[in-house]
């Protein structure tokens, strides 16, 4: 499998949104939300967008409090964290003014629960306009809503949508490095819409194609091998044919 980071349109929509927000006019808020259902890349956009652009990655954690968050976030920046909450934060704005960067918080359905964690992240906007995004669950637009502060300095939204067949088709041209035919992705397409299980797919065939001396994947031989049994019991039973 190609070691390459699959454009699917959520991806396409995620660069087009951080643009917009890296290039807001002055005076727009610089927060953003991106959510949707699991399984649809969401995380790994994030990551790799933060790796190319070198933005402060944060991935909340279930009981994780406003103090625990700045702490992470100081570390993310290269600092080492102060003790008392009130110099955390004050550590953390007067590093985020010096050299600004884009905050990303993974998972921020954990912090919704947590008025004093939200509320620190919008005071951490107001302080020094750096953008800041929130990655959350399908639910995570309506959670933020009781928060109206917060909820009002989002300027950009982006729902993750489920792969349509040329997202499938995209990531399987993309990643797998045995020709598959259009039978076979749309196999998998009706399979799954999740990003794992749909890489999981195409690592059983390119397993299938090299165990069986297969230049080609088609709908038959997935439909014949693919099952929920291992790959090396696979192989097993075609070679006792």
Same mark, same amino acid.
């Given at each position: 499998?190609?070691?390459?980071?699959?454009?699917?349109?959520? +991806?396409?929509?995620?660069?087009?949104?951080?643009?917009?927000?890296?290039?807001?006019?002055?005076?727009?808020?610089?927060m953003a939300l991106v959510y949707g259902e699991p399984?649809?890349?969401?995380?790994?956009?994030?990551?790799?967008?933060?790796?190319?652009?070198?933005?402060?990655?944060?991935?909340?954690?279930?009981?994780?409090?406003?103090?625990?968050?700045?702490?992470?976030?100081?570390?993310?920046?290269?600092?080492?964290?102060?003790y008392r909450s009130s110099d955390l934060f004050k550590?953390?704005?007067?590093?985020?003014?010096?050299?600004?960067?884009?905050?990303?918080?993974?998972?921020?359905?954990?912090?919704?629960?947590?008025?004093?964690?939200?509320?620190?992240?919008?005071?951490?906007?107001?302080?020094?306009?750096?953008?800041?995004?929130?990655?959350?669950?399908?639910?995570?637009?309506?959670?933020?809503?009781?928060?109206?502060?917060?909820?009002?300095?989002?300027?950009?939204?982006?729902?993750?949508?489920?792969?349509?067949?040329?997202?499938?088709?995209?990531?399987?041209?993309?990643?797998?490095?045995?020709?598959?035919?259009?039978?076979?992705?749309?196999?998998?397409?009706?399979?799954?819409?999740?990003?794992?299980?749909?890489?999981?797919?195409?690592?059983k065939a390119e397993n299938i194609a090299k165990a069986?001396?297969?230049? +080609?994947?088609?709908?038959?031989?997935?439909?014949?091998?693919?099952?929920?049994?291992?790959?090396?019991?696979?192989?097993?039973?075609?070679?006792?044919?």
């Open positions: 499998m190609r070691k390459i980071f699959a454009r699917t349109q959520n +991806v396409k929509n995620f660069i087009n949104m951080m643009n917009n927000l890296k290039n807001r006019a002055d005076g727009v808020p610089g399984g649809l890349g969401k995380t790994q956009a994030v990551l790799w967008w933060a790796a190319q652009n070198d933005a402060a990655f944060i991935r909340s954690t279930n009981l994780m409090s406003g103090r625990w968050l700045l702490e992470e976030i100081v570390e993310e920046l290269g600092e080492v964290p102060y550590q953390c704005v007067r590093q985020l003014k010096q050299e600004p960067k884009i905050i990303i918080v993974d998972e921020i359905d954990y912090l919704t629960a947590d008025s004093h964690a939200i509320e620190t992240l919008r005071d951490i906007h107001d302080k020094t306009s750096v953008p800041i995004v929130l990655v959350g669950m399908g639910q995570a637009d309506k959670k933020l809503m009781r928060y109206r502060h917060l909820y009002d300095r989002i300027s950009e939204k982006l729902k993750f949508e489920p792969f349509s067949q040329g997202d499938i088709k995209g990531i399987v041209d993309q990643l797998c490095e045995v020709e598959t035919t259009e039978c076979a992705i749309n196999y998998i397409y009706n399979k799954t819409n999740r990003f794992r299980q749909i890489v999981k797919l195409i690592n069986n001396g297969l230049s +080609v994947i088609d709908e038959v031989t997935l439909k014949e091998f693919i099952n929920d049994d291992p790959i090396e019991t696979v192989k097993a039973s075609k070679k006792s044919k």
